[in-house]
């Protein structure tokens, strides 16, 4: 049988397990990546494990997330990433170099390459043929320091796409499309390659925007081949000697196929408050919006800032609107500067942000009250804008600047034609904002520069054989990791001050959270399906620890966030007859009992003493997640603690 295209990677960077579905896999790592609001951890901890220099063929600190500096603490924590990254053998990539997945995808990214980065959108990779996973923080941790990553083998998906996409309609439309068609939940277990005639109309940057939203179908990644395209762009960038071809065989096998004609696509739109809420823009027409953001890592292109300029080209935007633009990277907004693009952009009336994630984890322009607000980007889960009643609606760089002139929710079909812009044969190349680390003689003079805000880990918690703690939240189906540790503005400056984050936790869902889990000192929370959806970062782990949360009972969990638990010694435990969720109430007090045998047999028996019931719950550990688990930990355990 022939292989798929992240069968022949995942096959040439096999360290242990068998290459069958739903077995443990251990890979070897050749590039990581971490961004600013998961790296302070991530370091923290590489630092705990003591290995001097990392062992990857290249690692890159990424400084992109926390770039308003409202006091001293994101200062302090780019200052502490810069210095940890020099002393250990790590690039880095200062604030305003750009987002971290658009200057990876740019500068540093290879084809046929394995890539874990400290960020759930890391598969953006994934557009130039790299195997790329999102990851916790200390899961890169430990990949930097030569240890495998561990991944459940995946299923393979393949999507074939026909025919050509119309003006107006983008590679930010195949992105809703497929997530109308597979749900977030849709992608859970699988990588999805995207293959058939169509992609050969499709450049690197628009086979990065769909490569970066797979993260919302729940895949473990998505991949597209390394082709003539590919290559193209590589020596766009310079880094021609980097390509390599990659493509299925012919008679690879796939566990699902899903067709979808470019040529019949329309823009569309998600909805409030799920990437997967889709429908057509034309729908939606007339919705007065009060707000229209353009960037963040899906669709911060050079291609995708180009089309935004002829289309405002001697246009000015609906008095009524807020438009924002960040572009992807400084490489992107110097060739728009240079190329004059960028004044069409201004002269529009739009406000020009630095090139950051910014508005899209809520670093500054939240929306006003109830505000709808059209963003580019990938995820619309409430709150997330940083306004609690923000109507969010993800959409193309086309619906956007649209909307944005007309003010109302526009099809940007009804336009006419698109004008014509044309992309440069070669990128602008300019690293300076790129920092190489000390040499390996150099690197014992350097200090590690550590501010008042870094606090210590919380304290391990390594499983007992039984466990009896009242079920403190029950909360439903697609909670996400933005309910569990929300991020914004006003928070995510704490990314290394477990405490202070901590009475966050679960706000969105119950503000009383945090002070009743502290107080019962140990507590189980019951969930629904895809529990832990979105995004990578590990406090939504590390504070529930913090809190005294020893297990979490759900109908099933999304990969990274499983992941996560375990690597801080919590249980992810999933009901074998998904109804009985229904019968455990918040407040109950239950009992897990025998758990060093039921990790064994796979079966733990969960009593609920309130109601007097008991129920069968599933648990799939490997040896190594038992080791683990009984360690309080994947620091205690890498430690050998
Ligand atoms: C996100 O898009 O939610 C983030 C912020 O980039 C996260 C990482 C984080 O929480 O720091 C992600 O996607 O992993
Ligand atoms: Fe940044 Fe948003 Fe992309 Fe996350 S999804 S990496 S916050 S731009």
Not at 503 to 527: M, N, P, T
Request: charged letters at 20%; hydrophobic letters at 35%.
């Amino acid at each position: 049988m022939g292989l798929t295209i992240a069968q022949k990677i995942i096959k040439e960077h096999l360290i242990e397990g068998e290459m069958k579905v739903g077995s443990e896999i251990a890979l070897k790592i050749d590039q990581t990546l971490t961004q600013d609001a998961t790296g302070t951890m991530a370091y923290l901890e590489f630092e705990k494990i003591g290995i001097p220099r990392v062992k990857t063929e290249k690692s890159v600190a990424y400084i992109d997330h926390n770039t308003l500096q409202c006091g001293f603490m994101n200062a302090d924590d780019h200052r502490y990433i810069g210095s940890v990254a020099k002393k250990h053998g790590i690039y880095f990539s200062r604030p305003g170099n750009g987002i971290c997945h658009q200057v990876h995808l740019e500068r540093f990214g290879i084809p046929g390459k394995t890539l874990i980065g400290s960020d759930s959108h890391t598969p953006t990779g994934g557009g130039i043929g790299m195997l790329a996973m999102g990851a916790g923080g200390l899961d890169v941790a430990v990949a930097m320091g030569g240890g495998a990553y561990y991944i459940t083998m995946p299923k393979m998906y393949k999507v074939n796409l026909k025919g050509k996409l119309r003006d107006f309609v983008s590679a930010k439309d195949v992105s809703l499309e497929i997530l109308r068609i597979l749900s977030v939940k849709g992608g859970v277990g699988a990588i999805i390659e995207w293959g058939g005639e169509g992609i050969k109309t499709l450049s690197v940057p628009e086979r990065a925007t769909i490569t970066n939203m797979g993260t919302e179908l729940g895949a473990t990644t998505s991949i597209f081949p390394s082709d003539e395209i590919t290559k193209k762009f590589l020596e766009a960038e310079g880094r021609g000697k980097d390509w390599v071809e990659l493509k299925s065989d012919e008679d690879a096998e796939y566990d699902k196929i899903i067709n979808i004609d470019l040529s019949s696509l329309k823009p569309l739109i998600a909805c409030p408050h799920s990437p997967d809420n889709v429908v057509t823009v034309e729908s939606l027409k007339g919705t007065k919006c009060d707000q229209v953001c353009i960037g963040s890592c899906t669709n911060s292109s050079l291609m995708d800032m180009m089309k935004v300029s002829v289309m405002l080209k001697n246009k000015t935007i609906s008095p009524d609107v807020s438009l924002s633009i960040s572009p992807g990277s400084k490489q992107v907004l110097r060739m728009l500067s240079d190329s004059g693009a960028l004044s069409n952009i201004l002269a529009s009336g739009a406000r020009v942000l630095e090139c950051a994630c910014g508005p899209c984890i809520g670093m500054g322009f939240s929306p006003n009250s109830a505000g709808v607000s059209l963003r580019t980007f990938n995820r619309n889960f409430e709150g997330r804008s940083g306004t609690a009643d923000g109507q969010v609606y993800l959409v193309s760089p086309e619906t956007a600047v649209a909307s944005a002139l007309t003010g109302y929710i526009t099809d940007p079909t009804t336009l006419g034609k698109m004008p014509y812009f044309s992309m440069p044969r070669k990128f602008l190349i300019d690293d300076s904002a790129v920092i190489e680390p000390a040499s390996v003689e150099e690197a014992d003079e350097v200090e590690v520069l550590r501010g008042p805000n870094i606090k210590p880990f919380p304290d391990a918690n390594p499983v007992t054989d039984k466990i009896a703690a009242e079920c403190v939240l029950k909360v439903g189906d697609n909670i996400t990791t933005d309910h569990i540790m929300p991020a914004g503005a006003k928070i995510l400056p704490y990314r290394s001050n477990i405490p202070y984050l901590s009475q966050f936790c679960f706000a969105v869902c119950d503000e009383s959270f945090a002070d009743r889990a502290k107080r019962l000192g140990q507590s189980i929370i019951i969930g629904g399906s895809n529990y832990g959806q979105g995004s990578s970062r590990e406090h939504a782990a590390l504070v529930p620890l913090y809190l005294g949360v020893r297990a979490v009972i759900a109908k099933s969990f999304a990969r990274i966030h499983a992941a996560n638990l375990i690597n801080a010694g919590i249980m992810p435990l999933v009901f074998e007859n998904p109804e009985n969720y229904t019968f455990i109430g918040q407040g109950d007090k239950l009992v897990l009992s025998d758990i060093f045998e039921g990790m064994d047999t796979g079966e733990i028996t969960l009593t609920d003493k309130t109601t007097h019931k008991e129920y069968k719950l599933k648990c799939y550990y490997t040896e190594r997640q038992k080791e683990i688990l009984k360690a309080g930990g994947l620091l205690q355990y890498t430690r050998g603690e």
